[in-house]
T-cell receptor
Framework: DTGVSQDPRHKITKRGQNVTFRCDPI?????LYWYRQTLGQGPEFLTY????????KSRLLSDRFSAERPKGSFSTLEIQRTEQGDSAMYLC????????????FGSGTQLSVL | GNSVTQMEGPVTLSEEAFLTINCTYT??????LFWYVQYPGEGLQLLLK?????DKGSNKGFEATYRKETTSFHLEKGSVQVSDSAVYFC??????????FGKGTSLLVTP
């Protein structure tokens, strides 16, 4: 069990550029979640996958955001035409239970949009 | 909607002091309640949970009791250690797969 890994750890980009983050969940976990966390706030739910199916999306996930989990293993989160308000820590979590009994979180990707 | 309110930090305590971090929630129905902890440089991890009223979650000397009558889930520890210094998040899940987190409470324990 190597834990949930996220790449990159930090990303600095200019406004208007596209960025993509990757998450590798714990191997036997079929559920994967993306959260966003800004300074002084708790994590906010963005989206959830069960295997390759995206089953739930928050209204926070604007049209510029897209997430995929093509083979039910790793996941990517892409942000198109980044804005300064997108600056945040993007967290990935995984679990193998039917409900959110226990999520395992990665260390996150810190995005800074200049 | 679902929401969690927890006391603002930072909280600074001396080693062996008693800790209480307050958490109250708003939700319809019967949510599950959680405390997650984030140690410096690490990812969030589950500390304890309770899934129904009057349940007590406990782990590593921490406890929290699910009080439906006061819609609360306060975190307590009788004697904190320097290694407990971290950010603590109260969270709830209500008939879905999303966790709703509070803003977090930073705890610093000094020797």
């Amino acid at each position: 069990d190597t834990g949930v890994s996220q790449d990159p750890r930090h990303k600095i980009t200019k406004r208007g550029q596209n960025v993509t983050f990757r998450c590798d969940p714990i191997s036997e976990h079929n559920r994967l979640y993306w959260y966003r966390q800004t300074l002084g706030q708790g994590p906010e739910f963005l989206t959830y996958f069960q295997n390759e199916a995206q089953l739930e999306k928050s209204r926070l996930l604007s049209d510029r955001f897209s997430a995929e989990r093509p083979k039910g293993s790793f996941s990517t989160l892409e942000i198109q035409r980044t804005e300064q308000g997108d600056s945040a820590m993007y967290l990935c979590a995984s679990s193998n239970r039917g409900r959110v009994e226990k999520l395992f979180f990665g260390s996150g990707t810190q995005l800074s949009v200049l | 909607g679902n929401s969690v309110t927890q006391m603002e930090g930072p909280v600074t305590l001396s080693e062996e002091a008693f800790l209480t971090i307050n958490c109250t929630y708003t939700a319809t129905g019967y949510p599950s309640l959680f405390w997650y902890v984030q140690y410096p440089g690490e990812g969030l991890q589950l500390l304890l949970k309770a899934t129904k009223a009057d349940d007590k979650g406990s782990n590593k000397g921490f406890e929290a009791t699910y009080r439906k009558e006061t819609t609360s889930f306060h975190l307590e520890k009788g004697s904190v250690q320097v290694s407990d210094s971290a950010v603590y998040f109260c969270a709830l899940s209500n008939s879905g797969y999303a966790l709703n987190f509070g803003k977090g409470t930073s705890l610093l324990v000094t020797p």
